[in-house]
């Protein structure tokens, strides 16, 4: 047990439409990271966001965007959702701010079809 | 960050020692060894990190060569519930927030 919990479990959308994913830790830390694993592979870093401001981000375009709030839950946006956008998405938190690793969420099941 | 090389995959007998080898011939210095593991259906878990020295916790033990090239984890007494896909990563302390997951090991564990 994470303490990390993310809402939906699973979620079917149609392409080109807009999705919005949530995440919470009951520690609480001002550090989040999203992560997106398609089928068969290991998950690939989104991006951070550390109090409140977006500070590192992977591969992936601008249309994948995020916020953090002041009890540190956080949510992930896709916009303008293309096929390939189906995978699992995970958010991962510290429990303190760089002295542990990180812990991940179960994760959202996206499919777009 | 610096890449790994892990087998595909592993069988182990349930009570054994699960041995998960990982090649990271172009570690650099300032560099951690993760090791995560995902069970179907949920997020990953972290196992343990080292940088130089060989680490032991609840969990398991990692042994890091002397050259850092190469590194083990050691899951003493291999349960069925430790069947998984386990990663095997390298990266600065300053950026272990997006680490680069690769294919994994996966490993299963028969009684």
């Known amino acids: 047990e994470t303490g990390v919990t993310q809402s939906p479990t699973h979620l079917i959308k149609t392409r080109g439409q807009q999705v919005t994913l949530r995440c919470s830790s009951q520690s609480g830390h001002n550090t989040v990271s999203w992560y997106q694993q398609a089928l068969g592979q290991g998950p690939q870093f989104i991006f951070q966001?550390?109090?409140?401001?977006?500070?590192g981000r992977g591969n992936f375009p601008p249309r994948f965007s995020g916020l953090q709030f002041p009890n540190y839950s956080s949510e992930l946006n896709v916009n303008a959702l293309e096929l390939d956008d189906s995978a699992l998405y995970l958010c991962?938190?510290?429990?303190?701010?760089?002295?542990?690793?990180?812990?991940f969420g179960n994760g959202t099941r996206l499919t777009v079809t | 960050d610096a890449k790994t090389t892990q087998p595909p995959s592993m069988d182990c007998a349930e009570g054994r020692a699960a041995n998960l080898p990982c090649n990271h011939s172009?570690?650099?210095?300032?560099?951690?060894v993760y090791w995560y593991r995902q069970i179907h259906s949920q997020g990953p878990q972290y196992i343990i990190h080292g940088l130089k020295n060989n680490e032991t916790n609840e969990m398991a033990s990692l042994i890091i060569t002397e050259d850092r090239k190469s590194s083990t984890l050691i899951l003493p007494h291999a349960t069925l519930r430790d069947t998984a896909v386990y990663y095997c990563?390298?990266?600065?302390?300053?950026?272990?927030?997006?680490?680069?997951f690769g294919a994994g090991t996966t490993v299963t564990v028969r009684a």
């Open positions: 172009t570690i650099s210095g300032n560099e951690y």
């Open positions: 990563i390298v990266s600065p302390r300053s950026n272990d927030y997006k680490l680069s």
């Open positions: 991962a938190f510290r429990r303190r701010a760089e002295e542990s690793p990180l812990h």
């Open positions: 966001y550390y109090r409140e401001e977006e500070n």
